[in-house]
């Protein structure tokens, strides 16, 4: 987690999110999160899909950086996981949250409530694929010549398959 969590954070903010927690193996984030504090009931179209992109593109860099740079470093130094080779799911899903810091004193951190944190807490499923809501495929920014495509998988959830067009630079 030392080698995986730093990498996934680097590229979180990298694409401009938020972390917002780590759980365990996993990380939540937010993107657009400053963008959206101005109280303003309906964000726009085009910051929804900034946030969108945003995501999407930081999920398939965090992929490819599981995949091509930290799995084989671990198995370089002997260090095993369960998956062979080493996976990252993401889940993505948009919707109003709230974001808060709870705690006391002494003990303390930010952390995210609402349904879209929850739906894409259960749309990955650690299969080194990005998965999404309906709700945020619909809201997906769409042109003729397009690279994304999106797999229907189950009530709710599709798998989306975006090209990268970068390299990773870590």
Known sequence: M????????????????????LRGDGMICGFSIYRLQSG????????????????????????DATLQVVGPLLQEHGISCRFDPMQVGVGIDIGKVVVTTVGDRNTHETTVY????????????????????????????????GKASFKFLSAGKYRIDYPSDYNILL
């Open 40 to 63: 303003a009931p309906n964000p726009s179209k085009t910051i929804c899909e900034e946030s969108i992109m945003s995501a999407t593109n930081a999920g398939q860099a965090m992929r």
């Open 2 to 21: 030392h080698t995986f969590l730093p990498t996934m954070m680097f590229i979180a903010e990298h694409f401009h999110g938020t972390v917002l927690g």
């Open 114 to 145: 609402g349904p879209p944190v929850n739906r894409a807490c259960k749309l990955h499923d650690g299969n080194s694929a990005i998965h999404i809501s309906n709700e945020a495929k619909d809201a997906f920014p769409t042109a003729d010549g």
